[in-house]
């Protein structure tokens, strides 16, 4: 099966993966820079599904590239967007995979002057022998087209935290299919940060928190803070995230009554850090139990 590249914005820091032989999914630490000359030969040359202009301001903001292996794109964009979950879950900040590529931006970058019969001499020795447009076809498709997104402070992979990550998105799809919510917690945590706005961001962070205990209809600051707590018990102390999840829920309902948040990043970065606590203790048990379960477990 062919590999897939999405190239992520956002990324400032992560695991330092070159090795283009490894078996994915990985992310890859980008290498080169990418000229405006590179992007117009894909474009002249190639099949770019939408203005190149879009992919030079995309690319440069790039570090990373995940890279998937999947029988075609629309596979690849949905393993994608499990890896990003997971890693956001491993406490990753949030980012952007503005495109999908199936070439890595390293394979493409000096394109314009390896397709010239002298222009190759004039790159950096590493680069003249690479990909050509002789060699095959470049095509790349917008997936999540954006330059920006709210970010935790380090805007970083934590070390060693992608592996696991990938371990998890392998596993995480047999949970959704046993319990369906779970796909809206997941594509909460997804979609969250694109929604600049921190109130309505939060909003949607505690939909999929919500989603999770769809039989709480009342006193609903206090029972969900409840649940939350004994379902991540055994990650953090229940009292600790009990007052945590109590006080989120108080900005939640602020802003979905028209309030401001407090200045700064706070209220909706823990609010998103509960969301991963939340899907993280459910993979730490296999499953998510029912609101009865939760209860019975906190009454023995």
């Not at 629309?74 to 890693?87: F, H, K, V």
């Not at 296999?286 to 209860?295: A, F, K, S, T, W």
């Amino acid at each position: 099966m062919p590999n897939f590249f999405f190239p992520c914005i956002g990324i400032t820091k992560g695991p330092l993966i070159e090795d283009t032989a490894a078996s994915p999914p990985y992310l890859l630490k980008r290498k080169w820079e990418t000229t405006t000359f590179d992007i117009a030969t894909l474009a002249a040359k190639h099949s770019l599904n939408f203005s190149w202009h879009l992919m030079d301001a995309f690319l440069s903001h790039v570090n990373y590239e995940l890279v998937v292996m999947a029988g075609d794109r629309t596979q690849a964009c949905e393993q994608a967007d499990l890896c990003q979950a997971m890693l956001y879950v491993d406490g990753a900040s949030p980012f952007i995979m503005a495109l999908v590529c199936t070439h890595s931006v390293n394979e493409y970058s000096g394109i314009n002057s390896r397709d010239s019969i002298s222009g190759g001499a004039k790159l950096p020795e590493e680069l003249r022998v690479g990909l050509t447009s002789n060699d095959g076809k470049v095509e790349a498709w917008l997936h999540q087209p954006a330059l920006a997104c709210l970010t935790l402070p380090d805007g970083r992979i934590p070390d060693g935290g992608a592996a696991g990550a990938m371990n998890a998105a392998s596993l995480w799809p047999s949970l959704e299919k046993k319990q369906p919510r779970l796909k809206t917690a997941r594509v909460a945590l997804q979609t969250a940060p694109m929604i600049m706005h921190r109130g309505s961001s939060l909003l949607h962070i505690w939909q999929g928190i919500e989603a999770l205990f769809p039989d709480v209809r009342t006193e609903l600051s206090f029972r969900l803070a409840l649940l939350i707590a004994q379902l991540a018990k055994d990650i953090t102390p229940r009292r600790e995230t009990y007052q945590r999840s109590r006080k989120s829920y108080d900005q939640r309902s602020k802003a979905a009554h028209g309030g401001e948040l407090q200045n700064g990043p706070e209220a909706w970065v823990e609010g998103w850090n509960l969301l991963c606590l939340c899907m993280k203790a459910i993979m730490a048990r296999g499953g998510l139990p029912d609101e009865q379960d939760l209860i019975g477990e906190a009454l023995t």
